[in-house]
């Protein structure tokens, strides 16, 4: 259980640090025969930074409960 609320903690603190991720997905748009036309397009994964604090929290939470027993 320690370890388990390490890595929360350590999980929390990330999600505070970074807002989000971006990424760049490949979309097909038309496909004729042998010839294809696609393009880039750059999506946003966002989370609040409250749920940073609440992950740490939970990992605090978990670390004492495993730590007690």
Not at 1 to 14: A, D, E, H, S
Not at 28 to 34: A, H, N, Q, R, T
Not at 43 to 68: D, S, T, Y
Request: proline letters at 1%; a negative charge; charged letters at 25%.
């Amino acid at each position: 259980m320690k370890k388990f609320g390490i890595t929360l903690i350590i999980l929390g603190i990330v999600i505070s640090v970074f807002s989000g991720i971006t990424f760049t997905q490949e979309e097909e748009i038309v496909e004729i025969g042998d010839i294809e036309v696609t393009r880039e397009k750059e999506r946003e994964v966002n989370w609040p930074q409250w749920a940073g604090v609440v992950v740490i929290a939970a990992g605090v939470i978990v670390f004492i409960a495993g730590h007690k027993k």
